[in-house]
């Protein structure tokens, strides 16, 4: 059976045939160890001298942002992150300078350690990182996670965090924005409430439900609701809707339309594995990924991988899933027109192409700890999905 909140996110299928095994992910950070990996002419660039500097950087109980920032504030040294890890674990990630000839010596605090690899001749940046490494432990789980083989049958789908988990959200509030209903996104950023939220929360946000008496509820919203502040205190001085979501910093904005997109696209992967389309071979008249990750036609015999539309406002209809995309949006009453936003163009998206199927290598598991490498933009919460088959995701640490 499928979690409501699965549903909620666009995904209605498992498409492993394995029973699950239960048990739960993060119980403490230590069972979760994320390491980035960086193609091999990446690392061969990083020399001891050169324009740029080139950091890893070790973290626990702190996310990214979080780490980057406390390390301006300290240092006055601003880095650029290739990707972005979750607090509640163990990882590892490069940052790189955007300054030329500036550098930071290793650094370290309670919460992470920064170490100094060396330069390169212009600032690396998420392409030069093809992928992460996870080491899992799956507590209290049933004794199978060996039995497990179906790695290479897992679907690409957009894991939990790109919703919101608690509070799957995210997406709406993009449809709102690309549907110009600026209210309704609004609206969704500020009373939006979740059953897997927590009490506080749904009680700060119920009352945010009087738009009436906004002025009345700002000095109740806790730190951690910090876009919500900018938000309301915009309502409570313009009444401005669409003024309130521009002052949302910019990458947050595009971040909801490119959740909603992401919704849209679980939705496609969902309907057409239902129908009975093979997902895992591409076939003549298909849209492909090549070894090096560049978009291509099929071509027979090539080592390729199938790739899927992402809708956007130039979207390409000329592919097998057009069928069911259109069947999407219809019952959205969205267009592919519609990602391009006069009122809002800085967030306007064209759309482009995601791999259908996860490229996990490196598989492993023994007893109730599994490892395996997925290429940059696949979630691991997707693979151990299909290996726990959760009831609850949230309870069980997704």
């Not at 080491?135 to 996670?145: H, N, P, R, S, V």
């Not at 490892?371 to 933009?377: A, D, Q």
Request: aromatic share 12%; net charge positive; with cysteine.
């Amino acid at each position: 059976m499928i979690p409501k909140l699965d549903s909620q996110i666009g995904i209605s299928v498992y498409s492993t045939n394995f029973t699950g095994i239960g048990g739960k992910i993060k119980t403490t950070p230590e069972d979760f160890l994320v390491s980035e990996v960086l193609s091999e002419n990446t690392l061969k660039q990083i020399k001891k001298e050169g324009d740029y500097a080139v950091y890893k950087l070790k973290k626990k109980n702190i996310d990214t942002n979080h780490a980057v920032s406390d390390i301006f504030r300290k240092k006055g040294f601003r880095l650029k992150a290739l990707g972005l890890k979750d607090s509640f674990a163990i990882t590892e990630q490069f940052l790189c300078s955007n300054n030329k000839g500036r550098a930071v010596e290793n650094y370290s605090s309670t919460k992470y350690s920064l170490e100094k690899l060396g330069f390169v001749k212009k600032p690396l940046s998420k392409k030069n990182m093809i992928g992460n490494h996870f080491k899992i432990k799956i507590t209290d789980c049933k004794k199978t996670l060996e039995k497990f083989d179906e790695q290479d049958k897992i679907l690409n789908f957009y894991g939990y965090q790109r919703f919101g988990s608690k509070r799957p959200v995210t997406h709406l509030i993009g449809k709102a924005i690309i549907q110009r209903n600026f209210d309704k996104a609004v609206e969704l950023i500020l009373a939006f409430t979740s059953p897997f939220d927590s009490k506080e929360n749904n009680e700060i946000r119920e009352k945010l439900q009087d738009s009436a008496n906004y002025s009345q509820y700002l000095h109740q919203i806790p730190p951690q609701m910090d876009i919500e502040k900018i938000v309301l205190k915009e309502m409570i001085d313009t009444k401005d809707s669409q003024l309130s979501i521009k002052r949302i910093p910019l990458s947050l904005r595009r971040f909801y339309v490119q959740a909603y997109q992401s919704y849209l696209f679980n939705c496609t992967l969902s309907s057409s594995f239902e129908v009975g389309e093979n997902l895992f071979e591409s076939q003549e008249g298909d849209v492909c990924f090549d070894s090096k990750d560049i978009l291509g036609k099929y071509i027979k015999g090539g080592n390729q991988r199938l790739a899927i539309p992402f809708v956007g406002y130039s979207y390409y209809k000329k592919t097998r899933f057009d069928y069911h995309i259109s069947k999407i949006l219809d019952t959205e009453e969205i267009t592919p027109k519609d990602f391009f936003i006069k009122e809002m163009q800085e967030v306007s998206n064209e759309g482009g192409f995601r791999q259908a199927a996860i490229s996990c290598s490196n598989y492993s598991a023994h007893e109730d700890v599994v490892e395996f490498t997925l290429s940059r933009g696949s979630f691991a919460t997707i693979v151990l999905r299909e290996i726990m088959k959760p009831e609850e995701p949230l309870t069980a640490g997704f």
